[in-house]
């Protein structure tokens, strides 16, 4: 061979060296790229607390994690290339049940894992934990199924955060009655000294009723028993206009009328504190809208003894009703009303009064209330109904009057809204009406 062919030769093989240091450079590249694949696939598997077996088609063990060896007591070598059927705590029961998932899994169409099973698997002390499983094929990166991928949960986990969920959904609901019935005692705290004041009117008048009818007892006793001592009819006639026994008897049903009618007012406004401050069953019924306003307007001014000059003009519908709970509509236009009075009193307006108007459609009916104090605040709107949110000194207020106040309303298929206004606060109460 010549010089020039040796030439070729060696730049040939020149060429073919470089091109294996550059594979050579790609397969470690490659190899670094899988071995960091392979460490994350690993890290994932150990830190899952879900348990995982890989299986070959026949169902021979390939690869477990670490909580599935942690549950079984046994290292990855004892575990490899053993059936999965021997982690059964009950395989005479149960193996046609993995042979029943296996299948499912490779049969192409169907949804693998749309139904976890539950199976009894055996661990460290040879116990039976029940462990809801599911099965998925798995395959290479040409499509090929290699086998199939268990991967279980212990039912106890799932039935103790279940547990879990359940208490403190039953606590989130005693906080709500808590907050609710709270609330209600507020506003009843607040009339206290006008309802007693109330009750002390016609309570007087049955005590006074009963100490007169007990001196005109005492009178017609003396005069029964000289009746029957014998007297003449010319003393019992003088001792009849001494003791004015005709004037008692004249008297008396008038006393015994007004003693009923006071009792009867003072049993109406026990029971209708009852009623409102007792925990509520949830009982609708058809309210009118009418007297539950009235009784509100009537109870916010009794209880309201610093709001001298208050005027409260309430425009009504008589005869409409609602469906819904009278004691809670209650504590709703309670609020309304008592909030109101505390706005336009703090600000000083020089006038104060509230206009409740009532605006009636077919199958709606909108109750307005609206002040002459200081507004809303713009800034403010959105958070009128948080919870807790409250514009009253500390001591003051709850912030839970109007939050309370919107989920009655709201429960009861209505809608509660603020809307700001140059001369005043608005609050709307739309509740659909009962034909």
Same mark, same amino acid.
């Given at each position: &061979? ?45 830190? $899952? ?19 599935? @060896? ?11 290339? +053993? ?7 009950? #395989? ?9 998932? $296996? ?26 934990? #029940? ?11 040409? !499509? ?9 949960? #212990? ?5 103790? /955060?279940?547990?879990? %969920? ?13 907050? %609710? ?57 003088? %001792? ?7 004037? &008692?008897?004249?008297?008396? #049903? ?10 009867? +007012? ?24 009418? /007297? ?8 916010? !001014? ?24 009278? !004691? ?5 236009? $309670? ?14 307006? *020089?006038?104060?009064? %509230? ?14 209330? @609206?002040?002459?104090?200081? !507004? ?16 009253? *000194? ?42």
């Amino acid at each position: &061979m010549d010089e020039a062919a040796w030439l070729e030769v060696i730049q040939k093989m020149d060429e073919v060296y470089s091109q294996l240091i550059q594979d050579e450079i790609e397969l470690e590249r490659k190899n670094a790229e899988l071995e960091q694949s392979h460490q994350f696939i690993f890290s994932v598997l150990g830190a $899952m607390s879900d348990l995982v077996v890989a299986c070959s088609e026949a169902g021979e063990i390939q690869e477990t994690n670490e909580a599935l @060896r942690t549950l079984c007591g046994k290292r990855e070598e004892e575990l490899i290339g +053993r059936p999965v059927q021997e982690l059964l705590a009950h #395989p005479e029961a149960e193996a046609d049940r993995v042979h029943e998932m $296996m299948a499912r899994a490779a049969a192409p169409g169907l949804p693998s894992d749309r139904e976890p099973v539950e199976l009894h698997l055996r661990d460290a002390s040879g116990q039976a934990v #029940p462990v809801e499983v599911r099965c998925s094929p798995r395959h290479d990166g040409a !499509g090929v199924r290699l086998g199939h991928v268990f991967v279980g949960r #212990p039912v106890g986990e799932l039935r103790r /955060a279940y547990q879990q %969920l359940q208490e403190a959904h039953e606590a989130l609901k005693r906080t709500q009655q808590q907050l %609710l019935h709270s609330e209600k005692m507020a506003s009843l705290g607040l009339l206290v000294a006008g309802v007693a004041h109330e009750l002390n009117n016609p309570i007087s008048f049955v005590l006074g009723n009963v100490h007169a009818l007990k001196r005109y007892c005492e009178r017609i006793a003396a005069y029964i028993d000289a009746v029957h001592a014998g007297q003449d009819a010319r003393q019992l006639q003088a %001792l009849r206009q001494q003791l004015r026994i005709d004037h &008692m008897l004249a008297d008396m #049903p008038s006393l015994i009328d007004g003693t009923i009618e006071g009792a009867t +007012r003072t049993a109406e406004i026990v029971n209708g504190l009852k009623r409102f401050s007792a925990v509520d069953r949830e009982e609708f019924q058809p309210v009118e809208l009418d /007297a539950v306003v009235q009784r509100a307007i009537h109870w916010v !001014g009794k209880g309201a003894a610093a709001a001298n000059g208050f005027n409260v003009h309430w425009q009504g519908a008589p005869g409409v009703c609602v469906h819904g709970s009278a !004691g809670q509509l209650l504590q709703v236009f $309670m609020n309304l009303i008592q909030n109101a009075m505390d706005a336009v009193t703090t600000a000083g307006v *020089p006038s104060p009064e %509230l206009r409740i108007e009532a605006q009636c459609s077919e199958d709606r009916v909108v109750l307005s209330f @609206r002040d002459n104090g200081p !507004g809303i605040p713009p800034d403010l709107v959105h958070r009128i109904f948080d919870p807790f949110f409250t514009t009253k *000194p500390v001591g003051k207020g709850t912030g839970l009057g109007l939050s309370i106040s919107y989920g009655i309303v709201e429960r009861h298929g209505g809608r509660l809204t603020a809307h700001p206004r140059p001369d005043g606060a608005e609050f709307r109460v739309e509740l659909p009406r009962l034909r």
